[in-house]
């Protein structure tokens, strides 16, 4: 399975990005999936996750109620709303996918099997 990540720009504090993750197959039944980020200079951190059936969904503290997770299983995709973006969010996303029956930790990227090659964010203020 490949993932390709699209969607990143360049934009202005305040503005809004949807960010799009597409799968090259089906992934298996139960994969959750997330978004992570990787701020330059910095480590690769949670944004989003996601379960198979669109619930539970889980945010990190800085993006809750500003970002918002969604998934099309049907057609392999995966989403990330941005609204009200602000520069701290400037990063290059990643979309992971992992196995089904993989720990309850969904921020650990070592659980993660596939992801794509990112998509920039930048975001001005």
């Known amino acids: 399975v490949r993932l390709v990540e699209s969607g990143g720009e360049t934009v202005k504090a305040g503005s809004s990005l949807r960010l799009v993750c597409v799968a090259s197959?089906?992934?298996?039944?139960?994969?959750?999936m997330g978004w992570f980020r990787q701020a330059p200079g910095k480590g690769r951190e949670f944004v989003a996750g996601?379960?198979?059936?669109?619930?539970?969904?889980r945010y990190a503290d800085s993006v809750r109620g500003r970002f918002t997770i969604s998934r099309d299983n049907t057609h392999n995709t995966l989403y990330l709303e941005m609204t009200n973006l602000i520069p701290e969010d400037t990063a290059v996303y990643y979309c992971?996918?992992?196995?089904?029956?993989?720990?309850?930790?969904?921020?650990?990227?070592?659980?993660?099997?596939?992801w794509g090659q990112g998509t920039r964010v930048t975001v001005s203020s």
């Open positions: 996601i379960s198979w059936i669109s619930q539970p969904i």
């Open positions: 992971g996918a992992r196995n089904p029956g993989t720990g309850p930790n969904w921020s650990a990227q070592s659980e993660y099997a596939v």
């Open positions: 197959e089906s992934l298996s039944v139960g994969s959750v």
